[in-house]
């Protein structure tokens, strides 16, 4: 088997998941460069992988400038740093796996995949849960037939106050012109679950929904700009941002914990100067926080989806209701009952959340991609660009019915 070699832009979180692969089977894959503007990042990464210091850059423009290092690039960075870099790449003449969303416009989305299949080059795109096995499960349970014809699919995900809070309203995707509309940045993927499920295209959509909670005008009387600067609530708001960094030690993903200071005194000039120590109710965020759709898809398939912020656990919940039965689940259970037969349940809390890498998809991900890199060919890369654009069509549809609704 030919080891495949690869470029990591933007040595983040995603990154290191996707990049676990060449620690577990060095044999199949090589980072032989990176890319990382984080200095501590970069090096840990560098030292992780034994790259040479002259293949670490602080630039893509650099690293990309230079004759083609490697097969393919891993492309994670944040959002709006996907359309140049891939388009310089694939001029280049490298795979990309590209990290969902593919970019910040339906035009630079469908550049992207023209780009790609004018110079014969793969660009796979990191819908991760198209390989995990509850959403695999679902997909041949409809394929089978048991269930008869598809006619409804009713999706919701709840995204959890945590994550809300840490990504959407003090974070990375607050907002949309540094990251994109949070249908995007995080439901991309549910979007992208419904097209494939049903193998359907969207005929047409309504949405509504807006940023109604997280602003000025709810902040609490006694309320500060940190939740360090003496506010009067701290002790009781949800959204605390002490309770949830300082106190529970979560979600300290981007704050770069290894760098060899005492993590506490990391945590707490974060709290005092950063981002993530911000009030809930007094960031510049202006991606919504609820957004509902509804929409008809060929063969008069109606779906209805609903995307929010505030639940105290994040997850998704399907049900998908057909001609001969229905099949509904949590994402850690899944019950599938033909009509007349009694439900069969299948428990899949083992790979439920983030964790072990979306239940393995993240691994079983790259492994199909260094597949279709080896052969030269996407044919049976499930998560190929051209099989995503639909859901992204969807989303930039779907979000300018939402702004028309959120105007009036
Ligand atoms: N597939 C999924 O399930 C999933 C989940 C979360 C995030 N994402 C997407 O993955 C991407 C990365 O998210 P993340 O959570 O890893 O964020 P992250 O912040 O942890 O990682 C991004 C990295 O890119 C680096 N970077 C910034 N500017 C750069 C530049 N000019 N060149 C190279 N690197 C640069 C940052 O320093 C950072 O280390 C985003 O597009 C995000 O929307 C996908």
């Known amino acids: 088997m030919r ?14 998941a996707y990049t676990e692969y060449a ?7 090589e980072i032989a460069a990176v ?6 990042r970069r090096e840990q990464y560098a030292s992780t992988f034994g ?16 004759p ?25 003449g490298y795979h990309i796996l590209l990290e969902k969303p593919i970019a910040q416009s339906w035009e630079q989305c469908s550049e992207i995949a023209s780009r790609a299949a004018a110079c014969g080059r793969i660009v796979g795109v990191c819908h991760v849960l198209r390989y995990h096995p509850y959403y695999r499960k679902i997909k041949a349970v409809l394929e089978s037939g048991v269930l008869g014809e598809v006619i409804s699919v009713s999706h ?10 840490h990504s959407f309203v003090r974070g990375l995707w607050r907002k949309e012109r540094e990251s994109n509309p949070i249908l995007l940045s995080k439901a991309c993927h549910d979007l992208d679950l419904i097209v494939w499920l049903t193998g359907r295209k969207c005929r047409s959509a309504e949405s509504c929904g807006s940023l109604k909670w997280f602003r000025a005008c709810n902040a609490p009387a006694g309320s500060t700009h940190r939740c360090v600067d003496g506010c009067a609530v701290e002790q009781e708001c949800p959204y605390s941002a002490v309770e949830l960094y300082y ?52 063969g008069n398939i109606t779906v209805d989806f609903s995307l929010n912020g505030f639940t105290r656990e994040g997850g998704r919940r399907t049900r998908i209701v057909c001609s001969r039965g229905e099949l509904s689940g949590d994402e850690k259970r899944l019950a599938v009952t033909a009509f007349r037969k009694e439900p069969e349940v299948y428990d899949f809390s083992d790979t439920y959340g983030e964790c072990n ?20 060919s996407a044919a049976h890369f499930p998560a190929r660009i051209e099989e995503v654009l639909e859901s992204h069509r969807i989303a930039f549809e779907i979000e300018k019915k939402r702004k028309m609704h959120d105007v009036i």
């Open 357 to 376: 890498f979306h239940g393995g998809a993240d691994l079983h991900l790259v492994a199909d991609f260094l597949k279709a890199v080896r052969a030269g």
């Open 247 to 298: 106190r529970k030690k979560r979600w300290l993903r981007h704050f770069d914990l290894e760098g060899g200071e005492d993590p506490d005194a990391v945590i707490r000039k974060e709290l005092q100067e950063g981002p993530y120590g911000r009030c809930v109710y007094r960031c510049d965020n202006d991606v919504a926080d609820n957004q509902v759709a509804v929409m008809q898809l060929e």
């Open 35 to 40: 890319v990382e503007p984080n200095p501590l």
């Open 23 to 29: 620690r577990l089977y060095p044999e199949e894959l």
């Open 51 to 66: 790259i040479p210091v002259a293949q670490a850059f602080a630039s893509w423009e650099e690293c990309l400038q230079r």
């Open 3 to 16: 080891r495949i070699t690869v470029v990591a832009i933007g040595a983040g979180d995603r990154m290191n």
């Open 68 to 92: 083609r290092m490697a097969d393919a690039v891993f492309l994670c960075t944040p959002d709006p740093l996907h359309y140049r870099p891939a388009l310089a790449a694939l001029e280049k």
């Open 156 to 165: 919701r995900i709840e995204i959890g106050i945590e994550r809300m809070t």
